[in-house]
């Protein structure tokens, strides 16, 4: 069975810190499954005002932001810049 994922906005150049590089190495994990989930407007575990804040950024062209959780518990966050024109996965910690 095929997932297809429609996005929901252009994500740019993509780029990872080394940090969570670091992660997804140690958690045996793909940064694709994020990222995938990122531009389909799936924003992980954010909070209901940051939520809210990702509809209104996606009609009105400002900076999207999600949260997710690796299988051994790192938090990465993934930033879409407003003009997007670059998508960055980092870690809380290199923000």
């Known amino acids: 069975m095929e997932t297809t994922t429609t996005a ?4 740019g150049l993509v780029y990872a810190t080394p940090g969570a590089l670091e992660a997804f190495e140690t958690a ?4 694709l499954v994020y990222l995938m989930r ?3 407007g799936d924003w992980g575990t954010v909070c209901e005002e940051d939520r809210a804040a990702n509809e209104f950024s996606l009609e009105n062209g400002l900076r999207l ?4 959780h690796l299988v051994d518990g790192t938090k990465i966050w993934i930033i879409t810049e407003a003009d997007r ?3 960055t996965i980092l870690l809380p910690s290199e923000y």
Do not use: A, Q
């Open 8 to 11: 929901k906005f252009d994500m």
């Open 85 to 87: 024109s670059v998508t």
């Open 28 to 31: 045996d994990e793909s940064s």
């Open 38 to 40: 990122h531009v389909s």
């Open 65 to 68: 932001f999600s949260v997710y």
